[in-house]
């Protein structure tokens, strides 16, 4: 093991909804990516909860350390050795590409505010480039609603991280959606979630006919 695992008290209280929410919008079987496994609390608990699916980790190295140790803990066997993923690194999404029909999912939780704006969109483009057709993108986090907060709290944190550093930020529904159709993902619902979050759910266009 490459040491102890980290844990992230947040990602214990929210996995068991977000479980919920990825059974769903993802099919029973097939092949997940998670971008930004971070501690890979929720990877090693989806894996033991999707025994159908294969989840596959990613994020930066820094990081991989402490979802090894996760999945290792758990006895995770359907769940990939994270993948090195920096959203605005092309080479990164290509060496992402393991299924030449694309992924039948993708997850990521609490990365759009600690992006830059033009990561985030980075990440919406390299997820259309390898989602499978009519697939689901799932995104959680805090997001603002047609401009406004959605809570007290949200406004604080979102003041706490553009203290930290102005390109970070909660992201506005609008301009998530915007972006999303932009990069051929149409919107499909937003699910609301403990702790003034939500979950974003989108699904790849079609390929057009010629």
């Known amino acids: 093991m490459d040491g102890m695992p980290l844990y992230a008290e947040a990602a214990e209280r929210n996995k068991s909804p ?21 501690t890979g609390q929720h990877a090693a608990h989806f ?10 980790t990613s994020d930066l190295l820094g990081n991989h350390r ?16 994270p993948l090195e993923l920096d959203v605005g690194i092309p080479g990164h999404w290509r060496r992402a590409s393991l299924q030449e029909d694309g992924y039948d999912g993708v997850f990521s939780a609490n990365t759009a505010h600690i992006m830059s704006w033009d ?18 993108f799932l995104i959680y986090g805090p997001f603002n609603r047609e401009g406004e ?3 007290p709290g949200n406004a604080s944190f979102d ?6 550093n102005p390109e970070m930020g909660i992201r506005d529904d ?15 619902a937003s699910v609301e979630m403990p702790a003034n979050n939500r979950i974003l759910v989108f699904g790849k266009c079609p390929a057009r006919e010629n």
Request: hydrophobic content about 40%.
């Open 18 to 38: 977000i479980l919920d929410v990825l059974r769903a919008f993802f099919p029973e079987s097939g092949k997940i990516l998670e971008i930004g496994s971070g």
């Open 47 to 56: 894996a033991r909860q999707l025994p159908g699916i294969f989840w596959q």
């Open 66 to 81: 402490w979802i090894r140790a996760h999945l290792e803990q758990a006895g995770c066997h359907n769940a990939g050795d």
């Open 119 to 136: 990561r985030v969109a980075d990440m919406f483009s390299g997820v259309s480039g390898i989602l499978g057709p009519s697939r689901k």
């Open 149 to 151: 907060y959605t809570s």
């Open 159 to 164: 003041r706490h991280l553009r203290s930290r």
């Open 174 to 188: 609008r301009e998530i959606l915007r972006l999303a159709a932009s990069c051929r993902l149409d919107f499909e």
